[in-house]
């Protein structure tokens, strides 16, 4: 069997792993690297041609973001991902298959759960040809939000576990009191807070988080922020029911302009449209504060307000650091642990299995 790591690891971005056995061929997300001057994955045409699944964990760009330039290259096969997945993806795809109705082929056995990072998200277990293979998809046991089926007692050959931030030694618990603290300061003002979240995930965390600390700031939401709260009322699967009945009473107005106070979500985190550029610096402007809770992208307008000074960084989690990537290890039985997502480590691209 052969497994390539053909980015995602020793970088935060390009999340994608190739795997090919007697049985199957198949990629473990496809993701792209904004602002690099190689964003998509290190694969060969031959490779490519030879795929017949890929298999997402999740929406997010750096997890799909290069299928579009994979079709392109000649992938022909299946995608298969959760059904949340492919309603969250800003294109369409020829031949997919939903995660609930997939069955594999002779030789490859699945199994799945739900990873805590968004609506949708996932991990795997493989067993193909009898050899093992985990991937923990952008994972956390800590979502106010999310449900996560925890990853316990797996028996992998290879495990690609989630290890986004690091070496930061900082518990899920200390970065929401940082988090909250600074907010709290920033709120003292009497200026609004700009907060540019995803489409898809934190922002729904981060609304659960100021609706139990501050329950009498005005929040304000753009559509997808106010789309997504009209989604959380009919799901029963993806949101801990705790989580959706109490965000079910949340009040948020719609953010239409700069408000004169009050924590306002922008679903552009890297602040690609104009429109959400032009509103940061109206917030700015106007004396308000803005604050990205996110990884920013290299050459994104976040990046460059976060160089000139002009925006915060608040990390809040939502993914897991080094000594959580740990604690899971000993949960599990893995022969081989890679942590990806982040550039604190790196592996040997390449692994073969006999």
């Known amino acids: ?51 017949q699944y890929v298999f997402l964990t999740h929406s997010h760009a750096d997890h799909t973001g290069a299928l579009p330039w994979l079709l392109e ?82 028996r992998a050959e290879i495990a690609v576990v989630d290890c986004a931030y690091g070496s930061d030694p900082r518990s ?42 501050r329950p009498k700031s005005p929040v304000y939401g753009d559509a997808q922020f106010l789309y997504q709260l009209t989604w959380l009322q009919t799901d029963r699967f993806w949101l801990a029911p705790e989580a959706r009945d109490a965000l079910k009473n949340a009040q948020v107005q719609p953010l239409t302009g700069v408000p004169d106070s009050g924590l ?7 602040l690609k449209s104009p429109a959400s550029r032009e509103l940061a ?27 000139a000074g002009k925006m915060e960084y608040l990390r809040y989690p939502i993914h897991q650091n080094e000594t959580e990537y740990r604690r899971l290890l000993r949960e599990n039985y893995f022969s081989r642990a890679i942590p990806y997502h982040t550039p604190d480590f790196s592996a040997k691209p390449e692994i073969l299995l006999q």
């Open 73 to 154: 290259q000649g992938f022909s096969g299946t995608v298969v991902a959760s059904d949340e997945t492919f309603g969250q993806l800003p294109f369409s795809l020829p031949d997919t298959k939903p995660l609930r109705s997939f069955c594999p082929p002779a030789g490859l056995k699945l199994h799945w759960g739900r990873s805590g990072h968004c609506p949708g998200s996932v991990w795997y277990e493989f067993d193909l040809d009898d050899t093992t293979l985990l991937f923990s998809g952008d994972y956390t046991e800590h979502s106010l939000v999310y449900e996560t089926d925890p990853i316990r007692r797996v």
């Open 281 to 307: 610096d109206a917030f700015l402007a106007a004396g308000g504060s803005a604050v990205m809770t996110g990884t920013p992208e290299a050459g994104s307008y976040s990046e460059a307000l976060l160089q």
């Open 172 to 213: 899920a618990e200390v970065l929401r009191f940082d988090f909250l603290a600074r907010i709290a300061a920033l709120l003292a003002s009497g200026k609004p807070v700009l907060l540019p979240v995803p489409k898809y995930g934190r922002g729904l965390e981060l609304l659960e988080l100021l609706n139990r600390a």
């Open 1 to 51: 069997m052969e497994f390539l790591i053909a980015g995602g690891v020793g970088e935060h971005g390009r999340n994608c792993f190739f795997v090919k056995g007697e049985s199957a061929c198949f990629l473990v997300d496809c993701g792209k690297m904004a602002g690099s001057n190689q964003p998509y994955p290190r694969l060969t045409p031959e490779q490519i041609r030879s795929l």
């Open 264 to 270: 306002c979500f922008l679903s552009d985190p890297q």
